[in-house]
Every structure is written in structure tokens, then in C-alpha cells.
């Protein structure tokens, strides 16, 4: 049965994105069956693996309003083993629309259901926000990892997020575990990082951080304009390399 994992911080501009598709992508090149959900209105997960969106007959909005189901919802193969369900702008109304829907938070859980067997992971791309979508995405998760961005305001909202885990894991998920904390858009040029570094792991010192910390990386950067993950885009760059490393320590990862 495939391992549930929300990528999240409410935190916007944090890597959130650029994690969800290359841990994904780089999970399916070591040969793992994955499926990536894109549950942000904002679509950064659908347009950065090449999909128009404009050419979409149905996203994870029809499915979560119950208008779809799974499996005509999901984009099968948009790289090798890894499947897609897409997001569009449509979603952002989702969150009025949910409103007053019975169980409206597990809604996506349920759906889960049907396909979990046929994977080694989901990824799930939050929104940058502690809304409906997210907590759905939560409430379907079996662990939350969490990118923080190497600058001075990385632990800003941090703690707003990890209360906001500890009470869904109370109410509404009591399975649901951190996976981990990771750092992005780390520069070894600056103190600044290190520093940042040294003070997340001070603050989250019973919080399991991975060892393999994302640099800032141009090609980074330019992969999603191309609609291709970074190991795609430039198999060699620092950023592939870290991204491949991530994946394997995802995968050595041990949940209960």
C-alpha cells in the first residue's frame, strides 16, 4: 500500500512545488510507482510536468465535488511511473463549495481508497494556505513533509502549520505523522543559510530533518517552463542530484 504524503507550508515561495515534482520524479526514476496530486488552485504541479491545463476535461475540482471519479480524473504516465491528477483555477471555488458537505474533509481520503494499493507513493502539492483543500490533503496523508526555505523568516507560519497537523492527528487523522523537514534554496555562499540551518534544527530538535538540503539551483528555476522535472531537464545539475538523494532517503524512511 502506498505511503500518503502532503507537502506543505503555509508559507508561500518556499519550494513547495519544486519538491512535489521532483521528490515525485525522482521517486519514479528509481522505479517506485507514484501518483502527484495537485490539490493548489494554482495549478504550479499540472503546468510544471507539461500539461495544459486549458486542455483538461477533469481535475481534482470535479473530483472532489464528487462530479468525477478517480480514475478518469488521473493523467496515467505523464512521465514513466508517475501518474497525475491536475489541478486548475476552477479549484479555488471549491472552498465555498464544500461547505456544509457532510465529512467534506474526507473527501479526498475516500477517493484514495479505490487506487492506494496501486502505488509506492502519493504525493500530494498543497496550497499555500490552511484551508479545506489542505486539510483534506492531510486527512489523507500518513505523514507531512515540510520544505523550509533557507532565509530569515523560515520559521514564520512554521508553528501555525504544526499546530494545525497536531490537531487534524487529535480529531481527524490519528495516524498522521511529520515526515520530515527539508531544506530548500540553500546558498553555501551565505552565513545566512547556515544560520537558518542550525536554528530550525535548535526549534524542531525531536523533528526528523533530512540530512539532504536542496540548493539553489538556476536550473531549478528553468525546469517547470520546459514542463519537465529537474532529472529530466538536466540529469546532472546540483539539483537533480540533491532531488535523487531526497528520494532515496524517502524511500530508506520508516513509518509506523
Do not use: W
Amino acid at each position: 500500500m502506498g505511503r500518503v504524503i502532503s507537502v506543505a507550508n503555509q508559507k508561500g515561495g518556499v519550494g513547495k512545488t519544486t519538491t512535489s515534482i521532483n521528490l515525485a520524479a525522482c521517486l519514479a526514476e528509481k522505479g517506485k510507482k507514484i501518483l502527484l496530486i495537485d490539490i493548489d488552485p494554482q495549478g504550479n504541479s499540472t503546468r510544471g510536468l507539461g500539461i495544459d491545463k486549458k486542455s483538461l476535461d477533469s481535475t481534482i475540482y470535479e473530483l472532489l465535488l464528487g462530479d468525477d471519479n478517480i480514475k478518469t480524473t488521473c493523467i496515467n504516465n505523464v512521465i514513466e511511473n508517475l501518474d497525475l491528477i491536475p489541478s486548475d483555477v476552477e479549484l479555488a471555488g471549491a472552498e465555498v463549495e464544500l461547505i456544509g458537505i457532510e465529512n467534506s474533509s474526507f473527501i479526498l481520503k475516500k477517493d484514495l481508497e479505490e487506487i492506494k494499493y496501486n502505488y509506492d507513493f502519493i504525493i500530494i502539492d498543497c496550497p499555500p494556505s490552511l484551508s479545506i483543500l489542505t486539510i483534506n490533503a492531510l486527512c489523507a496523508s500518513d505523514t507531512v513533509l515540510v520544505p523550509i526555505q533557507c532565509e530569515f523568516f523560515a520559521l514564520e507560519g512554521l508553528s501555525q502549520l504544526m499546530y494545525t497537523i497536531n490537531l487534524v492527528r487529535k480529531r481527524l487523522n490519528p495516524r498522521l505523522e511529520i515526515e520530515g523537514i527539508v531544506f530548500t534554496m540553500y546558498d553555501a555562499r551565505t552565513n545566512l543559510s547556515l544560520q537558518v540551518v542550525e536554528e530550525v534544527k535548535k526549534e524542531l530538535i525531536h523533528t526528523m530533518i533530512y540530512q539532504t538540503i536542496i540548493p539553489r539551483n538556476i536550473r531549478l528555476g528553468e525546469a517547470p517552463s520546459y514542463g519537465l522535472p529537474i532529472n529530466l531537464y538536466d540529469s546532472k545539475s546540483k539539483g537533480a542530484e540533491s532531488y535523487r538523494l531526497l528520494a532515496q532517503e524517502v524511500i530508506e524512511r520508516e513509518v509506523d
